[in-house]
């Protein structure tokens, strides 16, 4: 990955360096090629000024004058300079091949001067010839054409002198790749040490060390992020396998009671089938006793479970005054075998938030405990309460209540009290999770001058 990122950078660099220095070279090309001819316009009309005096007066000593101002302008700027007459004819040339009295009339530049026109551009003057550069400029006087002046020089100069910018425009554009390589190398290396060091402990945290932990302080903030998911992942699964091997223990230490006891009834039963069969019939029903509460103890192990399924469980709004009257009316009947009262006291309507379910379980197992602890003759409760934020469910029953030690264990796991011998221990910790997942809480609370208030508390809608 290392290289990759390298490799990217750097062709990111060279196709910014590309794109810029392209066009940059054509640009300096052309203000090159501007900027000679331009100083060749000049120079031409200076010499066109030197040239007029020879064309009015073509003496040899004008000639002479004229012929060694051209050879002091070629030795100077390596240019050829001829100046023809109004007819195209040659009268001086800097080139010593060329033979005066020759005629250019055919040139275009120098027929286009001869109109008085002023003509530059370059032009290849043969095969075995560079492309030349060159500006035809007429000399006047007043309105007449008396000639023309032409000056031509090499492009290879122009491009020589654009080349040599181009090698410094490389140079840079190289010594930039080298930067850019460097910083590319570092900033590579950065990123890739801290993706290997969370590899390495992605990798000694799935042979098992489970304390292992990403370093989401040092690094990019991307890096960090993904170190600080990762931990946040690592947490809670160690939250849950603590709280699987919690759960497998408590269940495998609970079930084992009922079930010993289950099979030494049987055990007893079988052998004194034959010989005292009202003895095994006894044993037999304690045994049913001890199946039924090895059931409970399974279906509340169950709904834990469940319950510990979801770390986000999805909630829903809920009428809890009506189901409130409704699971008060379902327990009269069996509270009436008992004597006791079930009454409920709640408003017309009260949303709350709440997991499914949820509210029903959470009465039902109060008024469960309620009866079996309070005396004949009794009332339980149920009342709805709310404030601006929270509706309140409490469960209140006439009974001995609870010493203030026990009420803060009674939502543990397999708690049961003293006179609650053939509880599972697990009705007010479902209470508790199943409140707890809606955004509520529980608590219970003894009352004056006996009794209990056992408390529900959900988010009101």
Not at 165 to 173: D, E, L, N, P, S
Request: aromatic residues 4%; proline residues 4%.
């Amino acid at each position: 990955m290392k290289w990759r990122l390298i490799a990217a950078l750097m062709g990111l660099t060279l196709v910014v360096l590309l794109v810029h220095d392209i066009p940059f070279t054509n640009y300096l090309r052309t203000v090159e090629s501007d900027r000679i001819i331009t100083a060749l316009e000049r120079d031409s009309f200076v010499m066109a000024g030197r040239a007029e005096e020879l064309l009015e007066d073509p003496s040899a000593k004008n000639y002479l004058s004229l012929q060694n101002t051209l050879n002091v302008y070629k030795k100077r700027s390596g240019a050829r300079v001829i100046v023809t007459n109004s007819k195209g004819v040659v009268v001086a040339d800097t080139d010593e091949t060329t033979k005066v009295g020759t005629s250019y009339s055919n040139r275009p530049e120098i027929a286009s001067g001869l109109k008085g026109k002023i003509t530059s551009g370059r032009r290849d003057p043969g095969p075995n010839s560079d492309e030349l550069m060159y500006v035809a400029v007429p000399v006047l006087n007043g309105n007449t054409v008396l000639g023309v002046v032409r000056i031509t020089f090499p492009s290879a100069v122009v491009d020589n002198a654009v080349w040599q910018r181009v090698r410094g425009i490389a140079i840079v554009a190289g010594i930039t790749l080298l930067l850019a390589a460097l910083v590319a190398f570092l900033m590579a290396t950065s990123i890739t040490r801290r993706l290997k060091e969370l590899e390495e402990t992605t990798d000694e945290f799935t042979h098992g060390n489970l304390d292992v932990r990403a370093n989401d302080i040092e690094g990019a903030p991307e890096i960090r992020s993904l170190g600080s998911s990762f931990n946040s992942m690592a947490d809670q699964l160690n939250r849950l396998l603590a709280q699987q091997r919690a759960f497998a223990g408590d269940a495998s230490h609970q079930l084992r009671t009922p079930l010993t006891a289950l099979q030494l009834r049987l055990e007893r039963a079988l052998e004194m089938v034959d010989s005292d069969p009202e003895g095994a019939a006894e044993r037999i029903e304690a045994a049913m006793l001890e199946t039924e509460r090895l059931q409970r103890l399974v279906e509340g192990l169950l709904v834990l479970s469940r319950s510990e399924a979801h770390t986000r469980p999805e909630t829903a709004h809920f009428n809890v005054a009506e189901i409130a009257r409704e699971r008060a009316e379902s327990w009269e009947a069996l509270a009436s075998e008992a004597n006791v009262i079930v009454t409920c006291t709640a408003p017309e309507k009260l949303l709350v938030h709440a997991i499914p379910g949820a509210i029903e379980q959470v009465i039902d197992n109060y008024i469960d405990n309620a009866l079996s602890i309070v005396p004949a003759n009794t009332k339980i409760s149920v009342v709805i309460t709310h404030d601006s934020k929270l509706a309140t469910i409490h469960v209140l029953d006439e009974g001995p209540g609870m010493p203030e030690p026990d009420l803060e264990r009674a939502f543990n796991r397999f708690w049961r009290a003293r006179s609650d011998a053939n509880g599972s221990g697990l009705g007010l910790a479902i209470v508790e999770r199943l409140t707890t997942l809606s955004g509520g809480h529980v608590r219970l609370s003894n009352r004056l001058p006996h009794g209990l208030d056992a408390q529900a508390e959900f988010p009101l809608v």
